[in-house]
């Protein structure tokens, strides 16, 4: 297993545009979360997933973000109408239980001009 | 909700210097503590963790102290490396959903 994969790494679009990033867990891991980090500041919590169940949403997603993890595998983050607000690290992470290691992404690196 | 404070970075040492980076936090209930390291081009990696006052967290050469009275879990090296350059974020885990993290301390080791 090599981990948690996310993909793209880096991308660069134009304000108003719609983007889409996956994360790939580690197999197995029934628990997967988002996390969004700006520059300086540490990763902050968006939303998690227990198999295909979202059950947690911070407030720091707004309407324009939607998250899915169709049959508990893979996820997709998705932003409407970005802003330039919006440019930041996007993190994936997964677990196995609550209460053991979360194992993180590379993270994608969102830019909105 | 949880907050967590750190030093502010970058820290800049020699090799072989000895290495304290502060953590402090604010939590309802009683939370694991942890400490995450960021190597350069790399994903955040869990380098040690506490669950319960007293208790030591180590790996690596590195220690922490879940010290419940002064709120604090400070990360201690005795001889930096290096490699040991990254960013480390200090964090809580209530067992809840989500990790809260303090806004990571970058530490530099000069040959």
């Known amino acids: 297993d090599t981990g948690v994969s996310q993909n793209p790494r880096h991308k660069i679009t134009k304000r108003g545009q719609n983007v889409t990033f996956r994360c790939d867990p580690i197999?197995?891991?029934?628990?997967l979360y988002w996390y969004r980090q700006t520059l300086g500041q540490g990763p902050e919590f968006l939303t998690y997933?227990?198999?295909?169940?979202?059950?947690?949403k911070s407030r720091l997603l707004s309407d324009r973000f939607s998250a899915e993890r169709p049959k508990g595998s893979f996820s997709t983050l998705e932003i409407q109408r970005t802003e330039q607000g919006d440019s930041a690290m996007y993190l994936c992470?997964?677990?196995?239980?609550?209460?053991?290691?979360?194992?993180f992404g590379q993270g994608t690196r969102l830019t909105v001009v | 909700g949880d907050s967590v404070t750190q030093m502010e970075g970058p820290v800049t040492l020699s090799e072989e210097a000895f290495l304290t980076i502060n953590c402090t936090y604010t939590?309802?209930?009683?939370?694991?503590l942890f400490w995450y390291v960021q190597y350069p081009g790399e994903g955040l990696q869990l380098l040690l963790k506490?669950?319960?006052?007293?208790d030591k967290g180590s790996n690596k050469g590195f220690e922490a102290t879940y010290r419940k009275e002064t709120t604090s879990f400070h990360l201690e090296k005795g001889s930096v490396q290096v490699s040991d350059s990254a960013v480390y974020f200090c964090?809580?885990?209530?067992?809840?959903?989500?990790?809260?993290f303090g806004s990571g301390t970058r530490l530099q080791v000069q040959p």
């Open positions: 197999s197995e891991h029934n628990r």
């Open positions: 964090g809580t885990d209530t067992g809840r959903r989500a990790l809260t």
């Open positions: 939590a309802t209930g009683y939370p694991s």
């Open positions: 506490a669950t319960k006052a007293d």
């Open positions: 997933f227990q198999n295909e169940a979202q059950l947690e």
């Open positions: 992470a997964s677990s196995d239980r609550g209460d053991t290691e979360a194992f």
